[in-house]
């Protein structure tokens, strides 16, 4: 039979963590020793989350002097999923050395019409508490949303209105 299971991107990098592959590449291992029984005994397909990894992936290339714009979403998607999947090759070989493991990096397509763009609930990379938000929001074009305790941007990360951001979109703010 085949099974499917999916890792969230938090599954890889818990909130709090320190954002640092051996930390994500741990938590990897951990998730291959307990999907290794299920993989001898089906086919297993998994998949996984990536935002807190494009999230860290945005900052670090929103904040590059060597790029006069970032890289797009998409690419830095991609580029968190061949690192993920690398990880989970790697652990799952290590985990089931006679079994056969491939990595695929995927592509998602969504009308550009959708009305959830104006209502994004998923947030993209780290989550800000009120006052971290409220001064990185001073630094760029965009302010929070409504007041909670912990608030998260959705979407670009900057907008390119001051200098230091990159262009795109206004920054969104959702409640975590």
């Not at 818990?14 to 020793?33: D, F, I, N, S, T």
């Not at 297993?44 to 494009?54: A, E, I, R, S, Y």
């Not at 993209?124 to 305790?149: F, Q, W």
């Amino acid at each position: 039979m085949r099974v499917v299971a999916a890792l969230g991107g938090n599954a890889l990098l818990e909130r709090g963590e320190r954002p640092e592959a051996r930390v994500q590449e741990e938590h990897v291992h951990k998730a291959a020793l307990a999907l290794a029984p299920l993989a001898q005994a089906h086919r297993l397909v998994l998949t996984h989350g990536n935002g807190p990894q494009v999230g860290l992936l945005a900052l670090a290339n929103a904040s590059a002097p060597s790029l006069r714009t970032p890289y797009p979403f998409d690419v830095l998607g991609a580029q968190t999923q061949g690192m993920i999947g690398y990880w989970l090759l790697q652990a799952m070989q290590n985990a089931l050395p006679d079994t056969r493991v491939a990595c695929l990096v995927s592509r998602t397509v969504v009308s550009a019409g959708d009305p959830a763009f104006g209502r994004p609930t998923k947030f993209v990379g780290p989550v800000y508490d009120k006052a971290e938000a409220r001064a990185l929001a001073a630094g760029c074009c965009s302010t929070p949303g409504p007041s909670s305790s912990a608030l998260a941007a959705v979407g670009r990360l900057w907008c390119g209105t001051r200098p230091g951001c990159c262009t795109g979109p206004r920054r969104s703010w959702t409640r975590t």
